[in-house]
């Protein structure tokens, strides 16, 4: 047998071939193999549905407050007395001080997300606030932490007016 009846190997072709090629088929394979795992870290479409609620403001009289769903929380809308802001724009609350003007963008409204700060119970409305019924955490009209365990402020969501009577919470 002759040297000339075997061609030369080229190792060059045969390294793309093992390492190369093979890196890439694997690659590829992983890719594949993770896909449903990378995908369901996605939000479900009943969650996407739930990005946003839409509120009326209609019948609302002063001092009322109407509860909606939003991404499964309650959110508290409050339709403000003419001495409740009166009485909330010249306080800077308690324990975590903020002034009104900061979380409310007409005055006439407050819209806070109705769970405690604490532990997520949800307080119960009182004539100069809410309270925790928990552990005691006491809000006042602006949705401000007074006294209590509770670490923080009533959160604000995202909102918008979209005209004089209704509201969209969350963003779209």
């Given at each position: 047998?002759?040297?000339?009846?075997?061609?030369?190997?080229?190792?060059?072709?045969?390294?793309?071939?093992?390492?190369?090629?093979?890196s890439?088929?694997?690659?590829?394979?992983?890719?594949?193999?993770?896909?449903?795992?990378?995908?369901?870290?996605?939000?479900?479409?009943?969650?996407?549905?739930?990005?946003?609620?839409?509120?009326?403001?209609?019948?609302?009289?002063?001092?009322?407050?109407k509860?909606?769903?939003?991404q499964?929380?309650?959110?508290?809308?409050?339709?403000?007395?003419?001495?409740?802001?009166?009485?909330m724009?010249?306080?800077?609350?308690?324990?975590?001080?903020?002034?009104?003007?900061?979380?409310?963008?007409?005055?006439?409204?407050?819209i806070?997300?109705?769970?405690?700060?604490?532990?997520?119970?949800?307080?119960?409305?009182?004539?100069?606030?809410?309270?925790?019924?928990?552990?005691?955490?006491?809000?006042?009209?602006?949705?401000?932490?007074l006294?209590?365990?509770?670490?923080?402020?009533?959160?604000?969501?995202?909102?918008?007016?979209?005209?004089?009577?209704?509201?969209?919470?969350?963003?779209?």
């Amino acid at each position: 047998m002759k040297d000339d009846d075997n061609p030369p190997i080229d190792e060059d072709r045969r390294d793309f071939i093992l390492n190369t090629a093979t890196s890439v088929v694997a690659g590829a394979g992983i890719a594949t193999a993770c896909w449903p795992f990378i995908s369901s870290m996605n939000p479900s479409a009943d969650v996407l549905s739930k990005a946003t609620s839409e509120a009326s403001l209609k019948g609302l009289k002063p001092g009322e407050v109407k509860t909606v769903a939003w991404q499964g929380k309650p959110v508290f809308i409050l339709r403000r007395t003419k001495k409740q802001i009166t009485s909330m724009e010249t306080s800077d609350g308690g324990k975590d001080p903020q002034a009104d003007s900061e979380r409310v963008q007409n005055p006439d409204w407050l819209i806070v997300v109705g769970l405690c700060t604490h532990l997520g119970c949800v307080p119960s409305r009182k004539k100069d606030g809410w309270f925790c019924p928990c552990h005691g955490s006491v809000y006042d009209n602006s949705g401000r932490i007074l006294t209590g365990p509770a670490p923080r402020n009533l959160d604000l969501p995202p909102y918008e007016f979209v005209s004089s009577d209704k509201i969209i919470i969350g963003k779209a």
